[in-house]
Each structure stands twice: as structure tokens, then as C-alpha cells.
């Protein structure tokens, strides 16, 4: 059993910042490929980023690629978001998942673990 909190969300002015952080419980976090999700008001849950579990290959959205930055420390059971050039689109629920030495990175259904979301809003 792995349980995921998310901190970090809040509103913020279009260009600036915030990093999301994940905590994760469990002794076997590195055997899991971690990822964010979000998901905007009547929009479908979508990809937003993942870093594997062998190798910390990172993997993003086109639409947040070279703006948002994923990194994990195992020592602290922690996955990180930063996230940088904020725009209003990028206002959502933003999910940390954990996926057992997961392949299927984009996938939320391959996901095995959810956390319960931190909202980031963007302002214009």
C-alpha cells in the first residue's frame, strides 16, 4: 500500500511559478514510476509528466514540455513538479500517481496509487 499527499498548488499570475511536491509512504518507492496528472474543470484527466522507477527517465506533455520539470528523491519518498512560465490553460487539479515498476506512463489506468489533487490556478 502506497499513499500519496500532494502540497504545493495556488494561484499564481500567468509567467510566474510554483513547485508541487508528493509524499509517498512505503518503503518500495523506488520500484515505482511516478507521475502527474491533471484534470480541469469537465475536462478529461490527462498526462502531464512521469519519471520511471529504473532509471528516472523523465517523460512530459508537448504541452508543458520545457516549461515543467519532474524530478524525484528517493531518499525523501518525495516527487516533485516544478513549474515554470505558468499559463491560464495550465489551471487544473494536478494528481501524483504511483505505478509499479510502470511502463505505461501516460496511462492514468495503469496508475496503481492517487493522490488526492492540489489545485494550481493561473491567472491572466
Known amino acids: 500500500q502506497v499513499q500519496l499527499v500532494e502540497s504545493g498548488g495556488g494561484l499564481v499570475q500567468a509567467g510566474g511559478s510554483l513547485r508541487l511536491s508528493c509524499a509517498a509512504s512505503?518503503?518500495?518507492?523506488?520500484?515505482?514510476?511516478m507521475g502527474w496528472f491533471r484534470q480541469a474543470p469537465g475536462k478529461e484527466r490527462e498526462f502531464v509528466a512521469a519519471?520511471?522507477?529504473?532509471?528516472?527517465?523523465?517523460y512530459y506533455a508537448d504541452s508543458v514540455k520545457g516549461r515543467f520539470t519532474i524530478s524525484r528523491d528517493n531518499a525523501k519518498n518525495a516527487v516533485y513538479l516544478q513549474m515554470n512560465s505558468l499559463k491560464p490553460e495550465d489551471t487544473a487539479v494536478y494528481y501524483c500517481?504511483?505505478?509499479?515498476?510502470?511502463?505505461?506512463?501516460?496511462?492514468?489506468?495503469?496508475?496503481?496509487?492517487w493522490g488526492q489533487g492540489t489545485q494550481v490556478t493561473v491567472s491572466s
Open positions: 500517481a504511483a505505478d509499479y515498476r510502470g511502463t505505461g506512463y501516460p496511462t492514468p489506468g495503469e496508475y496503481d496509487y
Open positions: 512505503g518503503r518500495t518507492f523506488t520500484s515505482y514510476t
Open positions: 519519471i520511471s522507477w529504473s532509471h528516472s527517465n523523465t
